[in-house]
């Protein structure tokens, strides 16, 4: 690769979607410049670079762009092959991949949008069926100290910029506990292994000023 390479992120602080690139590029270690966007003012460089969603986060790449996180995710495990994020096996990647969606599509829908929509009685409905989707990851961590084995791999990055420092920062704002100890010990266990990490470390967002804007993005969703 070039000495020289222009690598840009365009993100927002409390993105679940930005953070998990920044942990990937960190855990490469690639540098690159950061660009924080504004929610309800997107730049026009946003608005050039992803004309059709106009969303975060975007990846430019030696003046290509490269846009859905998973995707880009990918796209950053092939082109700096060091500390590898995607299993090797066809048949683990493949796992990777279809949990990894589990999460982007089924578990923030039923942990956060219809939930931030519905009354009491069905956040309980909802976090009952939470619990039940995100069973299956608890399962796939039992004797692994992450999803990628001994190292952090692409579920890592994907379940964890999404769950515990997201959703559970959404949930703590609504006074609603979906996830216990007793009831999921691998998942706890893998959160404090994800807390050890230096490259995640640096890229979870600050609690108190998350759940604030968690609060604010429920209301959104609420009154749109």
């Known amino acids: 690769?070039?000495?020289k390479e222009e690598v840009k992120l365009l993100g927002i602080w409390a993105s679940p979607f930005s953070r998990r690139i920044e942990m990937a590029l960190k855990l490469k270690g690639i540098p690159y410049d950061y660009v924080e966007?504004?929610?309800e003012h997107k730049s026009p460089l946003l608005l050039a670079l992803n004309p059709i969603h106009k969303k975060v986060p975007v990846l430019v790449h030696n003046g290509k762009t490269i846009l859905?996180?998973?995707?880009?995710?990918?796209y950053i495990d092939e082109t700096w092959k060091q500390n590898p994020i995607l299993p090797?096996?066809?048949y683990e990647r493949f796992k990777a991949r279809f949990l990894g969606?589990?999460?982007d599509e089924q578990i923030i829908t039923a942990g956060f949008v219809s939930m931030a929509r519905a009354d009491e009685k069905g956040r309980e409905a909802l976090a009952e069926q939470t619990r039940e989707l995100i069973m299956n990851l608890e399962k796939e961590l039992v004797g692994k100290d992450f999803f990628g084995g001994k190292s952090v791999g692409f579920l890592d990055l994907v379940a964890g910029s999404m769950i515990p420092f997201c959703l559970e920062r959404g949930w703590e704002g609504?006074?609603?506990k979906v996830i216990t100890e007793e009831k999921f010990p691998e998942y706890s266990r893998w959160v404090k292994n994800l807390e050890k990490i230096e490259a995640v470390k640096d890229c979870i967002p600050p609690r108190e000023k998350h759940v604030e804007h968690m609060n604010y993005m429920g209301e959104r969703i609420r009154s749109a």
Do not use: R, T
């Open 1 to 3: 690769m070039a000495e």
């Open 37 to 39: 966007e504004i929610l």
């Open 68 to 74: 859905e996180s998973q995707v880009i995710l990918e």
């Open 88 to 90: 090797q096996d066809p």
């Open 101 to 103: 969606k589990l999460v």
């Open 174 to 176: 609504i006074g609603l």
